[in-house]
């Protein structure tokens, strides 16, 4: 199938959307009868198809055992989500796909955990154009693509510490929040993931303005990526990446314990309910 890849010249959403269209055909398949038998909605499918929208992985996923072939959506869809990334993230996503063990901080949700509802809400706030809704779905897609690498196989180690006030302020709906929080509880016991609170009392602190993750490959080399107030900075030199890790040191000696994280993330949700 080595056509359905090649696309010079194309983009990978295009090229995406010609092997979506081959496979149908292949399959003898009409857009209404694969919108039947899939329950995807005709006209979504065809904007696929045509290029013209970017998927979830899990629509990827459901197409590629509809059509029985194998993991080759999905693995087209791993790339065409760096479309909707500046270059020097779509380095950074390139080296956290591949990275085997993953340090972050931040003073929010993170990504990587944020459930659909709330990356939605989060996401909407900033869009003023015309075109607002089919931009916001197309960030949401790629932000939740990149929770695809906390599943994958060898599963990567993650040690993720939240500021205290990612969990003070909640999402506008009460049930987009209540979800957020029973998703952060679950994540706490995942076996790969060990999951911490900064909390208010630690202090003021040297990374409240933004967050910082620390990458290592297979091979042992590491990168540093910091982000915020609009700025973002990959740093690959040994001595910067040495200074960031242990400026990561200096938040996790401050920060409560995996399992009274939990505790803490419990008693949220339990302020919430009442």
Not at 33 to 45: F, H, I, N, V
Request: aromatic fraction near 8%; glycine fraction near 8%; hydrophobic fraction near 40%.
């Amino acid at each position: 199938m080595g056509e359905l890849v090649d696309g010079k010249g194309e983009s990978g959403r295009a090229v995406l959307g010609r092997t979506l269209k081959f496979l149908r055909e292949k399959a003898g398949k009409s857009l209404g009868q694969l919108a039947d038998e899939t329950g995807y909605d005709k006209s979504y499918l065809s904007r696929l198809e045509s290029g013209e929208r970017l998927s979830k992985v899990t629509v990827m996923e459901d197409l590629d055992a509809y059509y029985k072939a194998g993991d080759l959506l999905v693995s087209h869809w791993r790339s065409v989500r760096l479309d909707a990334f500046k270059d020097q993230y779509k380095r950074f996503m390139g080296l956290e796909a591949t990275a085997r063990v993953m340090w972050v901080f931040t003073p929010a949700v993170p990504g990587l955990l944020q459930t659909e509802d709330f990356t939605r809400e989060v996401l909407s706030g900033g869009q003023t154009t015309p075109d607002a809704d089919e931009l916001v779905e197309e960030q949401v897609a790629a932000r939740l693509g990149r929770q695809y690498l906390l599943r994958q196989k060898p599963e990567p180690d993650v040690r993720i510490i939240m500021d205290e006030v990612a969990l003070r302020r909640p999402a506008a709906r009460a049930e987009t929040w209540h979800d957020q929080l029973l998703h952060l509880e679950a994540v706490a016991t995942w076996r790969n993931v060990t999951l911490q609170v900064l909390p208010f009392s630690a202090g003021v602190h040297h990374h409240m303005t933004g967050s910082l993750t620390l990458l290592w490959q297979k091979d042992g080399s590491a990168v540093a990526y910091k982000e915020g107030n609009g700025c973002s900075q990959l740093d690959e030199d040994p001595d910067e990446v040495l200074r960031r890790r242990l400026s990561y040191d200096r938040l996790r000696d401050l920060a409560l314990s995996p399992s009274d994280s939990l505790a803490f993330i419990r008693g949220v949700l339990k302020e919430l309910r009442s």
